[in-house]
């Protein structure tokens, strides 16, 4: 095998099916991905199917805590965990630049695989384009999946009184990307957040007739996260800041880098809506997921007003409004 | 709205909250998509699905005959059509470069859209991406694809004696990208045959028992693909040159650029394998179809062999190997 991609290697003929099966089947094998058609089949499912897609475009492709292909699984199967769905299949889709490492090209497929099989989520299709040198910034990856949602789970209204339940400390992937990219040296030990959340679905099944939404803030951080259920529910939410999970470390390098963590990206993180009466319980049970033990309730929504907004109490005494991201933060977090 | 595409169109925020409303809803709009949730549900469905996924890097982005937008979905839906799957929803991922012109993002949005209504087909998930001005060429999009393979049909061992049609002339998506990457001028009118192609799967619903298999020609075109096939099945090819339909035009240009149309990609022909006695009744209702009045048997499988070849019968009367594509064609054709 060459020790870079060349543009051959997405001719679709002879060469593409080299690296399809020397990086791709190697490191995705399941029984499902044994031939090369253009599309795989599976027997229908029973109950509603949860369908969606996310590119990535992570720069830098490797970061403390992951690199851009366990983000692209990641980031998959935990929008479709948002949705109440448990990840069946994956698509999986490589535009890679002329000359790129090929090491580096097995090692990012490695990582999708082992993610694979850490969560039993199959790669039943692919598809592989390389460009000229210059037409793309190493290698961006598309990831599309089908879940099957929980039969006990579907989003419901939200009333006033409904607790939102953050499941740990957030703005780990956006500040762990932010020292990278601004090349900061820090003395603290910060990585991504970024990890398959199924398990927190899995833990939830017997609460899912209390859950009202659940949702993953990654683009825009909790604060847009917030922002869009808020505008979704048509009511005010009510934000304690001291309640928010946040690392030391983290919090101290975006005072230094002068960057809100409410906005910063998470990528192992679920926002979880739920009735008043189960929070606690509710809340219990996350604790006992792995990587969950600082999650905690952080506010509540209000009763319907005519402007709802995001408004948080801050930890000096005062109030805050907190809108979706409307500034430039940093590009090509995910 | 801006005239260009801002980074901050793609951070996950407010701007790509507008980016979404005012282009890809505006334009894809249907009734599944109507939240802004990360992921969409949809009730099960009886049956087998089929799922695909593809990204498209063609350059230019607009030529004659469609743009990357109409390309992705017309690729999506003829890879699930390949597999004997009638198309129900997609995603649809976008990756652009800051500084993308407003007008024509808007314009590649109409063009899927167009496609899914005349289709029938339904964009039911999407994501955005920006990234600095360099880091990608223009636009690039991924389309992934679910569907609902025909009851009826199921690919089948294929026996000696099985014919191979063509849906109509090949090498015209090929050569009308080369004849602008190249900055030919010819005299012809020629353009892509870049369609969508389920039409031909309802016309053959009768038919699907007595087809042993499907493919679209296009990466690497007829030759290419047919070697694919030769390879999963074990039996040698025997084409007959004089009976794959080709427009003089599309010879005549290759003929001066010296390529090879066999190898050319197609993006709106199928290639079907079918039972010698219902090969001829096949054609008959293929040439019904909407641009496929030049549809042909081109050749037939040979007895198992320990090489099978697909080998060609040429218009002079002389043999000729034909292997998969080896060399460099040109890169970004879809």
Request: glycine residues 12%; aromatic residues 6%.
């Amino acid at each position: 095998m060459e020790k870079t991609v060349m543009l051959r290697h997405g001719d679709g003929g002879k060469h593409t099916s080299i690296l399809i099966k020397d990086i791709f089947y190697k490191h995705f094998h399941n029984d499902m991905l044994v031939n090369s058609l253009d599309a795989s089949v599976f027997d229908g499912i029973h109950g509603r199917l949860a369908f969606t897609t996310d590119s990535f475009v992570v720069k830098p492709l490797v970061f403390p805590g992951g690199n851009i292909g366990k983000l692209a699984v990641c980031g998959t199967i935990n929008d479709l965990v948002a949705a109440g769905a448990r990840s069946l299949y994956l698509s999986c889709g490589f535009i890679i630049e002329e000359g790129f490492d090929m090491e580096l090209l097995e090692r990012i497929a490695a990582s999708i695989g082992e993610t694979c099989r850490k969560t039993g989520v199959k790669i039943i299709t692919g598809d592989t384009k390389v460009v000229e040198k210059g037409s793309v910034d190493g290698v961006f990856i598309n990831t599309s999946g089908i879940g099957v949602v929980q039969a006990q789970y579907q989003p419901k209204p939200i009333q006033a009184g409904d607790q939102i339940i953050i499941t740990g400390g957030i703005a780990q992937h956006g500040t762990t990307i932010a020292v990278e990219r601004y090349g900061i040296k820090v003395e603290e030990n910060i990585k991504s957040d970024c990890r398959p959340l199924n398990h927190i679905l899995e833990k939830l099944q017997t609460y899912m007739g209390s859950i009202k939404l659940m949702k993953d803030p990654t683009r825009g951080g909790l604060a847009t996260a917030l922002n869009e259920i808020l505008e979704a529910s048509g009511r005010g939410i009510q934000l304690l800041e001291e309640a928010i999970p946040i690392a030391v470390e983290v919090k101290s390098i975006n005072e230094l880098l002068g960057l809100d963590p409410l906005y910063h990206a998470c990528e192992g993180r679920l926002i979880i809506v739920v009735d008043k009466q189960k929070a606690r319980a509710v809340l219990e049970e996350i604790w006992q997921c792995e990587d969950c033990e600082d999650a905690a309730i952080i506010g509540s929504f209000l009763s319907t007003g005519l402007f709802p907004k995001v408004v948080m109490e801050t930890v000096i005494g005062g109030r805050r409004i907190v809108g979706p991201l409307e500034g430039d933060m940093l590009p090509r977090i995910c």
